[in-house]
C-alpha cells in the first residue's frame, strides 16, 4: 500500500472515473467460457467493448455465451485455433484452475502480449516463477479482482489520513457445505486455501504488507483438505503492523477484514462494502463510495481498464507473477501445505 494520501486518492479517483474512457475500440480474447470467464463478458459488455473473442474446447459453452451477448465464438483444438488468431489488445485467461498455467503459454505462443490470467493462476507458486521466465517482453497479470475494489482504495486513503493502520484482524471462514466437489480435480481443495481463500488474504496483505513475524495453527482434519479445518495465527507485517486471523471451515461465518487506526475502526464485511466505527461509539456505519460500473462484478471491469490503458498500471498496481508467487507461499505458510 502506498504511505501518500495523495496517491491513494488518485487511485480511488480513477477507479470511480474509468467511465470516461473510451473502449469500443479495443479487442480482447477470452479463453474459457465458465462462469467467472461469463462475469468478464458481462464486464466487457457493460465497457462497450465491441471485438470480442471467446474461446473454448467446448463448442456449445461458446456458442451459448456468444450468442446472448453478441460476440464471436471459436471452439476446438487450443493450440492450433489460438495459433491462428492475430494479436488481440488483451487476452484473458479463464478455464480452470488446473488448465491457466498451459492456456497461458498457448497464448504466448501465439503471439499474445497483454495477459490477464485468472486467479490464482496456479495452485503452486513455483509454476508461477517458471512462467515468469518464459514470458519475458509479455506483460502478464494475475486478476486478483478484489485488489480493484474501489472501497479498498477508499479505505486506504481515510487510514493513512488519520496516520496508518494500527492493527489489523481478519476471517476466512469457508462455506464448505456450498463447494461442488464434482466441478474440479482434487487437488484443487486439498489447496483450498490458494484455489479460494486467497481472494481474501491477499487483501490483508496488500492493506498491511506481507508478513515479517509469524505465529500459525492448524488443527482438525476434512477428507478432501487434511491439512485442517481450522486455522488461526498471528504476526507482524513488513510494515510494523500487528495481525491476527481466524478460520473455522468446520462452523459457520464469513470472510472479513477489520483495520485499527488510532481515530477508528474500519470494515470490510461483506468485502464489497465498508463501515466504519468511530472513536468513543459502538455503532458502525456505512461509508459511501463511487463505483464506475455497479452492474458488473466489482473489480472485474476495473482490472481490464487497467489491463487496456497499461499506464493505469502507474497508479494501480495489478499483481505480476512474482507477487502471485509470493501470495501462495504465505497460503501454504497459513494452510500448512509446505509441511
Known amino acids: 500500500m502506498s504511505n501518500n494520501v495523495n496517491d491513494n486518492e488518485e487511485s480511488y479517483k480513477i477507479l470511480t472515473s474509468l467511465d470516461s474512457l473510451d473502449f469500443q475500440n479495443k ?66 485467461v479463464s478455464t480452470s484452475i488446473n488448465s491457466l498455467i498451459q492456456m497461458t503459454k498457448f497464448a504466448i505462443q501465439s503471439g499474445q502480449k497483454n495477459i490477464l490470467v485468472e486467479k490464482p493462476g496456479s495452485l503452486y507458486y513455483d509454476e508461477l516463477l517458471k512462467l515468469q521466465k518464459i514470458s519475458e ?85 476434512l477428507e478432501w483438505h487434511p491439512t485442517g479445518s481450522i486455522f488461526v495465527g498471528s504476526g507482524l507485517s513488513e510494515n510494523n503492523i500487528p495481525f491476527s486471523y481466524h478460520a473455522d471451515w468446520g462452523s459457520s461465518g464469513r470472510w472479513g477484514i477489520e483495520i485499527m487506526t488510532k481515530e477508528n475502526a474500519y470494515r470490510l464485511i461483506s468485502l464489497e ?29 476495473e482490472e481490464i481498464a487497467i489491463m487496456l490503458y497499461p499506464k493505469l498500471e502507474e497508479n ?22 509446505d509441511k
Not at 174 to 202: A, C, T
Request: with cysteine; aromatic share 12%.
Open 27 to 92: 479487442s480482447v480474447l477470452i479463453l474459457g467460457a465458465g462462469w467467472m470467464a461469463r462475469q468478464y463478458v458481462i464486464a466487457l459488455k457493460e465497457m462497450n467493448v465491441k471485438d470480442v473473442i471467446i474461446f473454448s474446447r467446448n463448442k456449445e459453452r461458446a456458442t451459448s455465451l456468444c450468442d446472448e451477448f453478441g460476440y464471436k465464438p471459436l471452439f476446438g483444438n487450443a493450440e492450433e485455433v489460438l495459433s491462428k488468431i492475430s494479436e488481440k489488445d488483451l487476452t484473458i
Open 137 to 221: 517482453n509479455i506483460r502478464i497479470r494475475i486478476a486478483y479482482n478484489r485488489l480493484t475494489y474501489p472501497n479498498l482504495h477508499k479505505l486506504k486513503s481515510l487510514v493513512l489520513k488519520e496516520g496508518s493502520i494500527s492493527s489489523c484482524n481478519f476471517n476466512f471462514t469457508e462455506r464448505i457445505q456450498s463447494i461442488d466437489f464434482k466441478k474440479e480435480n482434487p487437488d484443487v481443495y486439498s489447496r483450498w486455501g490458494i484455489s479460494n481463500s486467497l481472494h481474501i488474504i491477499s487483501m490483508v496483505f496488500d492493506l498491511i504488507g506481507f508478513p515479517n513475524e509469524f505465529l500459525f495453527y492448524q488443527s482438525g482434519k
Open 273 to 301: 462494502e465498508l463501515f466504519v466505527c468511530r472513536k468513543n461509539s459502538f455503532e458502525w456505519k456505512k461509508i459511501h463510495f463511487d463505483i464506475s460500473y455497479p452492474k458488473a462484478k466489482h473489480g472485474v471491469c
Open 316 to 337: 494501480i498496481n495489478l499483481v505480476t507473477l512474482e507477487k502471485a508467487a509470493k501470495f501462495n507461499q504465505m497460503a501454504e505458510k497459513i494452510l500448512g501445505y
